[in-house]
Structures are given as structure tokens and as C-alpha cells.
């Protein structure tokens, strides 16, 4: 019951954000016309290389969190804090002079007029990865302190803030300038809200016992972690050039389904929250904790990713001709092979929480090369021979052929004692489970044509995925995701237990 007071605000966050992204697409496709989006999606992909901290050094910034809890959870945050400001303001610098080298480099096919206005783009650039960057490890701070309720509300606010202020964007200035001015304003109320949420956890925290800070450690991570990004950001960029370049018709509709599953998994977000003091502090325990909780952490992985392909695929298209357009006649395959892609792209990232925890960034850097590489190489051979098609199959096959070696990896490396066979038994059992729920939803889909069964699809979508992920627990023995918040607290307590003749407060986690 804890755990499911954890995760219901968390998701109904995701859930209320969802409705509100996916309107934010059908007005960038209504208003800037499909040029400007696709310039969009374009700007979009180039920002990606300025997330600095996103992987490496909110990483090790979690890790240092988690690992000092044991002995004292206050001062760890407030440590964390300090370091985080330090990484924050280096990123800042650092990830807009990448910006803007690459922003010259990386010429944007569509649009003259966007050359032109790269300056003002770049500036917007520099308040978006603020505003992000504080937002994201604001976030994190409030995930390692459990508090589920405060960060459930941070999410809301972010999933709602930036899009409600891209659209005000789009119709007030109808460029896509605009649209990345509200976003960057969006993110900027956001970090301002999850700031204030943070707030009373860091005044909370004793301003003694300070320890050397661990800036250059965490610094180290960063960097790895962000040659990684780099890497598997570099080859999502080309391969969207290669589309657009040898088939301009397919990007727009590319870009439109493979944004609807990218919205779609942000269901799965979560889990990651609830996931990283588990993993973290097993890391701290020892391999045999590790292999427990890398190997839950990996069925629930399934089990929500293998939910996605369901509404990838069987609500995909309903979602698609509601909200963007009635031209996509071939919504439902794209959504299908997109949501294996996504299913699959998202358990190689959930089964890295282990290197992340482990701040061991230098790890994933042979991976994401190796996928970047492959996606590059692959796609423009299937876009020519399969279209569109073709892209989903060889970006589902990359993904999944890379993740048996990253699995054993992790085994031989963090987690002896994983049993591999009982794992991969349990998540094709899982993805069996989706499997029917995808036939029969997909069965039912086809007789719709009205926009409200179509908006009614949309709702139920989100319930949809939780029945099956119910449904795939009592059949294939996956456990419910726990945070360790109770546990933790519980050990800090007994390290802290004071004589018999004094008070002890009370510590109960959100």
C-alpha cells in the first residue's frame, strides 16, 4: 500500500500532462503547417546535445544521494544540493557553446527564414536547458527523499506548464520560435515550482558535520555520461536527416507517431522514480541485493514497456486521427513497430540503472555508439527499401539485439547471482500477455470512426495499461515496484537510536 500511495500521483500527473502534449502537437501541426514542425522536431533533436546533466551527472548526483543515506539522509541532500549547483551552472555554459557551434554546423534543410533567426533560437536554448536542467534535478532530489506527493505535484506542473505555453507560442507568434519561447518559459515556471516544493527539504537539513565535497567525482561521471548522450543523440539526429532528405513526405508522419509513443511511454516515468532508491541502495548492500532488485526492476520494465505496445499500437491510430490527422492511413503499423522500438529502447534504459547508480557512465558509452552507428547505417537502407516500415523494424531489431549483451553485461559485472533464464522466460511471458491485449483492442479499434469512440479510446488508454500490467503480475509472477523509503528511514533510525530515556520522533515518508 505504501508503494501504491508512491505511485498513483505520480502517474495520475503523467496521465492529466499526457492529454495536454498531445494537444500541443495537433496545434503545431495545425498552426505552423508541416514545414515549420518539422523544422521543430529538427530543433528539437539539436537540443538534445545540451542536455549535459541528464544522464551522467544527475546520475552520480542520485547515486551520491542514496549512498549516504544510511547515515544521514538530510545531509546528504543538502551535500547533493551544493554539488548539483556547482554541475548545473558548468552545464549551462558548457551546453549552450554546443548549442551554438552545432546549431551552425548541423544546417536545417527546411527553412530559410530559421537559418536566419538561429541567434534568437539559441538564446531561447539557453533559458529552455535552464529551466530543464534545474527542473529535472530539482525532481531528482525530491525522488531520493521520497517524497512522491511533492514531486507528483512538480511533474504536473512541468508536463503542464511548457506545452500550455508552446501552443500560446504557436498562435501568438505562429513560428517555431515561438513555440520553443513558450516552452522555455514553460520549463522556467516549472523549475520555479519544484524549487519551492524542494525548498523546505534542503532548510531542513543541518548545516553541520560537512563533508569534501565530491565535485570532481561527479564531474568525471558527467562527462562520460554526456559523451554517451552525445553519441546516441548524434545518431537520432542523422537519421531523422536521412528521412527527411530521401523521403520529405514520410518525416512529418514519422515524427507524428513517433512523438505519440514517445508521449505515450512518459507514462512509464514513474517507475523510474520509484525504481532508483531501489536499485541505489541494493548497490550500496551488495551484489546479491543488486541481483534481486536488477531483476524486478527488469520485469517491471517489461511489464510497463510491453503496456506501451498496447497503446502504441491498438490506440495509436484512434489517438492519431482524433488530435492530428485523418491522412495517416498507415498510423496503426507505424505506432505497432514504433512501440517495439520504444518498448524495447526503454528496457536497454532501465536495465542501465544499474551503471548509472554505480556512476559507471564510461560503460554505456560502447553501447550508444555501437546504436547510433547501426541506426545511422541501417536506416537509410530500410527508409529506400521499406519506407517507413522499414525504419520501425530495424530500430526494433537494433534495440533488442543490443540488450541480451547489455544483460549479461550487467550480470557478469554488478549482479552474480541474476538468473537470466527465469528472466527472459518471465518477459516473454509478459510480452505474450500484451500481445493479446493488442489483438483484442486492436479488433475493437477497427470499427471505430467518430471522434467522441475516438476520445473515448483516448481516455481509457491509461487503464488499458494498468489491466494489462495487473493482469501480466498475477500471471507471470511480476512484482510490484517498491521504494525502499520505509526501509531506509527505518535503518537511519536504528543508527541514530538515541539513549532509553529520550523522545523519539517520529519519521513517516510522504
Not at 530495424?394 to 534495440?399: K, R, V
Amino acid at each position: 500500500m505504501t508503494n501504491t500511495r508512491n505511485v498513483v500521483p505520480l502517474v495520475a500527473a503523467r496521465v492529466v500532462t499526457l492529454g495536454l502534449q498531445i494537444a500541443s502537437i495537433r496545434t503545431y501541426v495545425r498552426v505552423l503547417g508541416d514545414d515549420a514542425y518539422a523544422v521543430f522536431v529538427y530543433f528539437t533533436a539539436i537540443m538534445g546535445y545540451v542536455l549535459l546533466v541528464d544522464l551522467g551527472i544527475l546520475s552520480a548526483l542520485q547515486r551520491e544521494l542514496l549512498e549516504v543515506y544510511a547515515k544521514d539522509e538530510r545531509w546528504a541532500i543538502r551535500r547533493t544540493i551544493k554539488d548539483g549547483a556547482k554541475m548545473l551552472a558548468l552545464s549551462l555554459v558548457a551546453g549552450w557553446g554546443v548549442y551554438a557551434v552545432l546549431a551552425a554546423v548541423l544546417k536545417l534543410p527546411f527553412s530559410e527564414t530559421v537559418r536566419v533567426s538561429m541567434p534568437l533560437m539559441a538564446l531561447f536554448g539557453g533559458v529552455h536547458l535552464l529551466g530543464n536542467l534545474t527542473f529535472l534535478f530539482l525532481n531528482g532530489v525530491l525522488a531520493g527523499a521520497a517524497r512522491f506527493r511533492r514531486l507528483g505535484v512538480s511533474l504536473l506542473a512541468g508536463g503542464a506548464a511548457a506545452p500550455a505555453l508552446g501552443i500560446v507560442g504557436a498562435y501568438v507568434s505562429r513560428s517555431p520560435q515561438g513555440v520553443v519561447a513558450g516552452t522555455s518559459l514553460g520549463f522556467c515556471l516549472a523549475a520555479l515550482t519544484a524549487f519551492v516544493l524542494a525548498a523546505p527539504i534542503w532548510k531542513e537539513a543541518p548545516h553541520g558535520h560537512e563533508a569534501p565535497s565530491r565535485t570532481r567525482s561527479i564531474l568525471q561521471a558527467g562527462l562520460r555520461g554526456f559523451a554517451s548522450r552525445v553519441s546516441a543523440q548524434f545518431g537520432t539526429s542523422i537519421d531523422r536527416i536521412l528521412i527527411g532528405n530521401t523521403v520529405p513526405t514520410v518525416l512529418t508522419p514519422y515524427a507524428l507517431c513517433y512523438q505519440v509513443a514517445q508521449l505515450l511511454q512518459e507514462l512509464l516515468v514513474p517507475v523510474y522514480q520509484t525504481m532508483f532508491p531501489e536499485i541505489s541502495s541494493a548497490m550500496v548492500k551488495g551484489p546479491k541485493e543488486l541481483s534481486v532488485a536488477v531483476e524486478r526492476t527488469v520485469l517491471i520494465g517489461v511489464s510497463f514497456a510491453s503496456s506501451m505496445i498496447l497503446v502504441g499500437s491498438a490506440y495509436g491510430d484512434p489517438i492519431l486521427r482524433l488530435w492530428v490527422s485523418k491522412e495517416v492511413e498507415y498510423a496503426l503499423w507505424t505506432t505497432l513497430l514504433l512501440g517495439v522500438y520504444r518498448s524495447a529502447d526503454f528496457l536497454n534504459n532501465i536495465i542501465g540503472i544499474a551503471h548509472f547508480s554505480a556512476a559507471r557512465m564510461d560503460r554505456l558509452i560502447p553501447y550508444t555508439a555501437t546504436n547510433a552507428t547501426l541506426t545511422i547505417a541501417l536506416t537509410a537502407f530500410a527508409v529506400r527499401g521499406w519506407g517507413i516500415v522499414g525504419v520501425g523494424v530495424m530500430n526494433a531489431a537494433i534495440s533488442t539485439l543490443i540488450l541480451v549483451p547489455l544483460l549479461y553485461g550487467v550480470k557478469r559485472r554488478y549482479a552474480p547471482d541474476l538468473a537470466l533464464r527465469r528472466l527472459f522466460a518471465k518477459s516473454v511471458g509478459m510480452v505474450a500477455v500484451a500481445g493479446v491485449f493488442v489483438g483484442l483492442v486492436g479488433w475493437g479499434t477497427t470499427f471505430v470512426d467518430s471522434t467522441r469512440e475516438s476520445l473515448w479510446l483516448c481516455l481509457t488508454a491509461p487503464f488499458a495499461v494498468g489491466g494489462c500490467y495487473l493482469l501480466q503480475v498475477k500471471l507471470c509472477g511480476a512484482p510490484y515496484p517498491k521504494a525502499l523509503a520505509n526501509k531506509i528511514l527505518a535503518k537511519w533510525q536504528r543508527d541514530h537510536s538515541p539513549a532509553p530515556n529520550e523522545k523519539v520522533d517520529s519519521i513517516e515518508p510522504e
